[in-house]
């Protein structure tokens, strides 16, 4: 069964700030999906991971994979009031089910 | 366009009533599925279609049943409503089942009471 975690499950950090949050999973699969979501809101895609080594940023947000430790992470740079939101990771085991989320977390950016 | 439409958006039961989530999406995806989100948990599959006419259970589908009977719906029915199915669910459709993202609906708030 895939497993899907989440570090940290809360984060509070400060205005200006760089942070990473980390997901790890239990298969071999190569293909890793970030997304966002606002309070009472539905899921907005951020990035979308297909390859060992994998890099892709927009903004303030870089996403990385490293399938051979199963490890994908989501850093913030200089983080702003805008960021705060909970973000999930998921992913698909090469393509033999539905995508599995993380628990998400839920990142909250104070001045 | 439109994307993924889930209506109604928020809905009351009482326990033992039965009702139908709706979703269409208008991107003409192969898959589709659906999600429940409960506090803190992340989302957890309910049932998932690879196509018309092909429905599939996920990790939760106790109490809850789909049919696909077209490539844009796939309705999401609640026979006998209890208050463990109170959560936010979300449909959402895709491509295909690997290395495609998957595009949500804006969700369905139900509580059943």
């Known amino acids: 069964e895939l497993k899907v975690e989440q570090n940290p499950l809360f984060l509070s950090m400060q205005e200006g700030k760089n942070y990473t949050i980390y997901c790890n999973y239990s298969?071999?699969?190569?293909?890793l999906y970030w997304y966002r979501q606002d309070p009472g809101k539905s899921l907005e895609s951020l990035f979308v991971?297909?390859?060992?080594?994998a890099v892709k940023q927009e903004g303030r947000l870089m996403a990385s994979l490293d399938t051979k430790a199963r490890l994908s992470t989501l850093h913030i740079t200089a983080a702003v009031h805008d960021l705060s939101a909970t973000y999930f990771c998921?992913?698909?085991?090469?393509?033999?089910?539905?995508?599995?989320f993380g628990k998400g977390t839920r990142l909250s950016v104070i001045a | 366009n439109a994307g993924v439409t889930q209506t109604p958006k928020f809905r009351i039961l009482k326990i033992g009533q039965s009702m139908t989530l709706q979703c269409t999406q208008d991107?003409?995806?192969?898959?589709m599925y659906w999600y429940r989100q409960d506090p803190g948990m992340g989302l957890k599959l309910i049932y998932y279609?690879?196509?018309?006419?092909i429905t599939d259970k996920g990790e939760v589908p106790n109490g809850y049943n789909v049919s696909r009977s077209t490539t844009e719906d796939f309705p999401l029915r609640l026979e006998l409503a209890a208050p463990s199915q109170t959560s936010v669910y979300f449909c959402?459709?895709?491509w295909g089942q690997g290395g495609t993202e998957a595009f949500f609906g804006q969700g369905t708030r139900l509580t059943v009471v």
């Open positions: 279609s690879v196509g018309a006419g």
């Open positions: 998921a992913v698909d085991d090469s393509g033999n089910t539905p995508l599995v």
């Open positions: 959402a459709s895709s």
């Open positions: 991971l297909l390859s060992n080594g």
């Open positions: 298969t071999t699969s190569d293909r």
């Open positions: 991107m003409n995806h192969n898959y």
